[in-house]
């Protein structure tokens, strides 16, 4: 917002300067005409007198004149940098470099005047109030329909009355729909709160800021007039109800969205592990490390992009994606042919084993990258952010919800679409059967666990978009990744899928009344319970494979 | 199965060395000239009785782990519950010489700007009181967790999930101010335990020989379950649980019992705990420290008892030299002790030492393998 907006939204939020207002209003109806040249040599001459009375006249005159730079001249008054040469009583805008420019022109000042004395403008708080009015009026009239919303948007939060011969100037010269709409909220709350309106366009007034629907809507409509009529108040009820009715669904939206948004997060995180303990039943508490060398990777890989190839930079979070699937799965088979294959069957004995893993994977990383956080860029096609259904959601965000349902979606083909899933779901429901037919089990289960760790490290690139890139990242994962694939069912995807999105929903509706941390601590104990009734997850397996 | 002696000879030795050590340390280092080559020095007691304390934990560890095949990695928040209770005795001895002077209120109370005492801090200025809080509230928290877990015959890993998620839920429900536990601070700054000063040298070696005391009654009270019919019911649901239940025994029952006598016996530990250390926080409650138990566990040899203490002290002594020494690589040799330990030595030191002495002590457990096949067998 520039600062002529500021300033108009703080005078009409003052409330205090009706007259001036007023002022401004007729000043306003006059100048549905062009500029006259002599009506801005009037007003500039007013600033030459040097007195109070005259300098308020000239302001209320230079709003009638309106000429372009109208705006500037009134910021250099208002912060002292107007001037004039007493001599031809030439006014004369000082810019904040030094430099000087003519108020009637904004041609740059000749040097011969830049040389004589010149005299600053004086400026009281009466004055100051003047020019924030003056302002006000110009960002109705600015050429930028935005900030003509913005300044009708100010009057409507602060619904003064006399600023309604303005609005309703301003709405007949409007031709933007979104500056109209504005100007005519702006013009139903002040009726509304007016008690000598006509009761029936009262009515419609309310109707009209009801619309609004906002925190200022509600604010307008509970704060009636002592003594309206009836209908008035009647009408004013009903909006309210209206109003609450529209915000507690927005919020219910909002919280949906935001549940939705962690949701997706909890899914990347899990999503590798619902294949490494989900399809294999290997307990890997160095999942999180997966993720913690996915992060890395990205953030090597746009080093590395960074130094050498300066024009990929854009598409660097992109390179990192196939990288960090790369590196995690490499380390995944790595200890799984280490570590892991001389342990299954003994899932106890691998979940200490894989602690350790995760202990000194953490230190490696800690010992090699050093133990702060290191900084992921963002670039620049994720930063921002868009309205959905009224909620703001930055762009990165968004892309995360889009990626875990891509890796999702991927995985699900990966594994019911071709020959390497075809092998790895035989050798995990039967093993023995699986290698009679010819299938190395051994090699299913390195590059089973490959994959879960790589799809990890997949989802280490997303996280470092939203997440601290240090060696403890993935600690802070690993305990709510369990819990999604027990609760949504071990071996079933889908389950991943549901569990991860009805854990984050849930963790966001639970926050407006818990707060964070104990609405953290509401779903803890909440998925306990869940899995003490039902111990195999939302989608259980069910038959013999339940017992293998 | 023949029956499990009362003691057998390791025990009385680990009986006789604790006990030992109960009398000698603290008479070391209050009777001895600090320049003796025997003085136990003033840092080193309170260290020692900290690994004493963890020590206690261990046994209680390997009581549901080794005789029970209960793998929960929520045990520290038993213990870290024991020690909170003793930590609220201590905070309470305080008194008017905080330094906000408050004689009811501790600090951070006063800080937080509360008016009076919460409920669950009344009582906490009698020593009785604590430390019976101190077994009964891990206690009913085991007991009641338990009841629900192993009626829905909540088993294996997915019981070690859910007590690392209980433990989780407690340590950020105690990183809450509001809970009025102190916070991230949790409590600290104690003066007295029963009218002495907790830094006095003579006072810690009373604590010291309490925890000694402590153990070695620990000990006795684990041997004497292991060794009872209960014991063998315990140990026959741990390798052939749905057997067990199928000859007629309600399972979740001993299950629910051994448990919650664990965690009775963890809230001691941490209780005798806090005094040494000076300080509870909500740290104690994160899911690593319970993780670090197991495998105190691990090395010492599960399903020995005397194993798991010498686990607990072993590896927490190994943790103090590697931290002073050689601070970088202590989590490399963490890790590398979990991952050797599960791979090289199932049985820990103790099971590997009595295999390589080729002595099969009927005492001893029959072979890791019965836990292996218990892991094998189906849940259900």
């Known amino acids: 917002m520039t600062g002529q907006t500021m300033r108009s939204i703080r005078f009409f939020g003052g409330g205090r300067c009706g007259a001036l207002l007023l002022l401004l209003g007729l000043a306003l109806c006059a100048l549905a005409a062009p500029a006259r040249a002599d009506a801005l040599d009037?007003?500039?001459?007013?600033?030459?007198?040097?007195?109070?009375?005259?300098?308020?006249?000239?302001?209320?005159?230079?709003?009638?004149?309106?000429?372009?730079?109208?705006?500037?001249?009134?910021?250099?008054?208002?912060?002292?940098?107007?001037?004039?040469?007493?001599?031809?009583?030439?006014?004369?805008?000082?810019?904040?470099?030094?430099?000087?420019?003519?108020a009637r022109t904004g041609e740059p000042a000749s040097a011969e005047i830049a040389g004589k004395p010149l005299k600053t403008v004086r400026v009281n708080n009466r004055i100051r109030r003047a020019v924030e009015a003056g302002s006000g009026a110009f960002a109705l009239r600015a050429p930028d329909p935005a900030k003509r919303a913005a300044a009708a948007r100010a009057v409507f939060r602060s619904r003064e009355a006399a600023a309604l011969p303005a609005i309703e100037a301003a709405l007949a010269a409007e031709t933007d729909a979104g500056a109209r709409a504005a100007l005519e909220q702006a013009r139903a709350a002040i009726i509304v709160s007016k008690p000598d309106a006509p009761e029936a366009e009262r009515i419609a007034a309310v109707d009209a800021v009801a619309a609004a629907g906002d925190q200022d809507a509600l604010a307008i409509l509970n704060s009636l007039p002592a003594g309206s009529p009836q209908a008035v108040n009647d009408a004013a009820a009903a909006g309210i109800a209206k109003i609450e009715r529209w915000r507690s669904i927005a919020n219910l939206i909002q919280n949906l969205v935001y549940g939705v948004s962690l949701g997706s997060v909890l899914l990347l995180a899990a999503i590798g592990l619902a294949i490494t303990f989900g399809v294999m039943g290997v307990i890997n508490m160095a999942h999180g490390e997966m993720v913690m060398i996915g992060a890395y990777a990205t953030f090597l890989t746009q080093n590395l992009i960074r130094a050498h190839a300066p024009a990929l930079d854009g598409a660097s979070l992109l390179i990192?994606?196939?990288?960090?699937?790369?590196?995690?799965?490499?380390?995944?088979?790595?200890?799984?042919?280490?570590?892991?294959?001389?342990?299954?069957?003994?899932?106890?004995?691998?979940?200490?084993?894989?602690?350790?893993?995760?202990?000194?994977?953490?230190?490696?990383?800690?010992?090699?990258?050093?133990?702060?956080?290191?900084?992921?860029?963002?670039?620049?096609?994720?930063?921002?952010?868009?309205?959905?259904?009224?909620?703001?959601?930055?762009?990165?965000?968004?892309?995360?919800?889009?990626?875990?349902?891509?890796?999702?979606?991927?995985?699900?083909?990966?594994?019911?679409?071709?020959?390497?899933?075809?092998?790895?779901?035989?050798?995990?429901?039967?093993?023995?059967?699986?290698?009679?037919?010819?299938?190395?089990?051994?090699?299913?289960?390195?590059?089973?666990?490959?994959?879960?760790?790589?799809?990890?490290?997949?989802?280490?690139?997303?996280?470092?978009?939203?997440?601290?890139?240090?060696?403890?990242?993935?600690?802070?994962?690993?305990?709510?990744?369990?819990?999604?694939?027990?609760?949504?069912?071990v071996g079933n995807l889908w389950g991943t899928l549901v569990g991860a999105l009805s854990i984050g929903v849930a963790n966001k509706l639970l926050e407006p009344w818990a707060g964070a941390v104990l609405g953290k601590i509401v779903l803890l104990v909440a998925i306990i319970l869940f899995i003490q009734k039902k111990p195999r997850g939302l989608f259980a397996l069910k038959g013999r494979a339940v017992e293998a | 199965m023949s029956r499990y002696r009362f003691l057998d000879a390791a025990g009385l030795i680990f009986l006789g060395v604790v006990l030992a050590m109960a009398v000698l340390v603290p008479a070391s280092n209050l009777l001895l000239p600090p320049d003796s080559a025997l003085h136990v020095s003033d840092y080193l007691v309170p260290l020692l009785g900290k690994y004493l304390a963890f020590a206690m934990l261990a046994l209680a560890l390997d009581l549901v782990w080794g005789y029970c095949g209960i793998l929960s990695l929520g045990h520290g928040a038993f213990f870290a519950l024991g020690g909170y209770a003793m930590g609220m005795y201590l905070m309470r001895q305080i008194g008017p010489r905080g330094v906000y002077g408050n004689p009811v209120l501790p600090d951070f109370m006063v800080f937080l700007n509360w008016q009076e005492l919460p409920w669950f801090w009344l009582g906490f200025d009698q020593f009785w009181f604590a430390a019976l809080m101190a077994i009964l509230v891990p206690g009913a928290l085991a007991f009641c967790f338990g009841w629900f877990a192993f009626r829905s015959r909540v088993t294996g890993v997915y019981l070690s999930i859910i007590t690392q998620a209980m433990t989780f839920a407690l340590m950020l429900a105690f990183f809450r101010n509001d809970m009025g536990f102190g916070g991230n601070n949790g409590l600290t700054d104690f003066k007295e335990i029963l009218g002495f000063s907790v830094q006095a040298p003579e006072?810690?070696?009373?604590?010291?020989?309490?925890?000694?005391?402590?153990?070695?009654?620990?000990?006795?009270?684990?041997?004497?379950?292991?060794?009872?019919?209960?014991?063998?019911?315990?140990?026959?649901?741990?390798?052939?649980?749905?057997?067990?239940?199928?000859?007629?025994?309600?399972?979740?029952?001993?299950?629910?019992?051994?448990?919650?006598?664990?965690?009775?016996?963890?809230?001691?530990?941490?209780?005798?705990?806090?005094?040494?250390?000076?300080?509870?926080?909500?740290?104690?409650?994160?899911?690593?420290?319970?993780?670090?138990?197991?495998?105190?566990?691990?090395?010492?040899?599960?399903?020995?008892?005397?194993?798991?203490?010498?686990?607990?002290?072993?590896?927490?002594?190994?943790?103090?030299?590697?931290?002073?020494?050689?601070?970088?690589l202590w989590l490399f040799a963490l890790g590398g002790l979990f991952v050797a330990t599960t791979l090289l030595i199932p049985k820990g030191v103790v099971g590997a030492v009595t295999d390589l002495l080729g002595v099969r002590r009927k005492s001893e457990l029959p072979a890791a393998q019965s836990i292996v096949a218990a892991a094998k067998s189906p849940a259900e």
């Open chain 1, 320 to 489: 990192a994606i196939p990288v960090a699937f790369l590196v995690a799965g490499a380390v995944g088979v790595a200890i799984e042919r280490t570590v892991i294959r001389f342990l299954y069957g003994r899932p106890l004995e691998t979940l200490l084993a894989t602690w350790g893993v995760s202990l000194i994977l953490q230190q490696a990383v800690r010992t090699l990258f050093g133990p702060s956080n290191r900084e992921v860029q963002t670039p620049d096609w994720l930063q921002g952010s868009i309205e959905i259904l009224g909620v703001s959601l930055t762009l990165n965000r968004i892309a995360i919800v889009l990626f875990a349902l891509l890796v999702f979606a991927g995985l699900q083909l990966l594994l019911r679409r071709t020959s390497l899933g075809l092998q790895v779901r035989a050798v995990t429901q039967n093993r023995r059967m699986a290698g009679s037919m010819g299938i190395r089990t051994a090699r299913i289960d390195a590059l089973t666990f490959g994959l879960g760790s790589g799809v990890a490290g997949v989802a280490g690139v997303a996280l470092s978009q939203i997440d601290n890139v240090s060696p403890n990242l993935g600690q802070g994962y690993i305990i709510d990744s369990f819990l999604v694939v027990v609760f949504g069912g």
């Open chain 1, 42 to 102: 009037d007003a500039l001459a007013g600033f030459t007198a040097d007195k109070y009375d005259d300098t308020e006249k000239a302001i209320a005159a230079l709003v009638a004149a309106a000429p372009p730079n109208g705006a500037e001249i009134l910021a250099a008054l208002g912060s002292g940098r107007l001037a004039y040469e007493p001599e031809s009583r030439t006014v004369l805008v000082r810019h904040a470099d030094g430099k000087l420019s003519l």
């Open chain 2, 203 to 328: 006072t810690r070696a009373a604590l010291f020989a309490a925890t000694a005391v402590a153990l070695a009654l620990s000990y006795l009270l684990c041997r004497w379950v292991v060794t009872s019919k209960l014991g063998k019911v315990v140990v026959a649901v741990r390798d052939a649980e749905s057997r067990t239940r199928f000859i007629g025994y309600r399972v979740e029952n001993y299950k629910l019992l051994v448990f919650t006598l664990s965690a009775m016996l963890a809230g001691v530990a941490g209780a005798l705990y806090v005094p040494q250390v000076g300080i509870i926080n909500p740290s104690e409650f994160a899911p690593a420290n319970s993780i670090e138990a197991v495998i105190w566990v691990a090395v010492g040899g599960r399903g020995t008892l005397l194993g798991a203490a010498l686990g607990a002290f072993l590896v927490n002594a190994g943790k103090t030299w590697f931290t002073g020494v050689l601070p970088d």
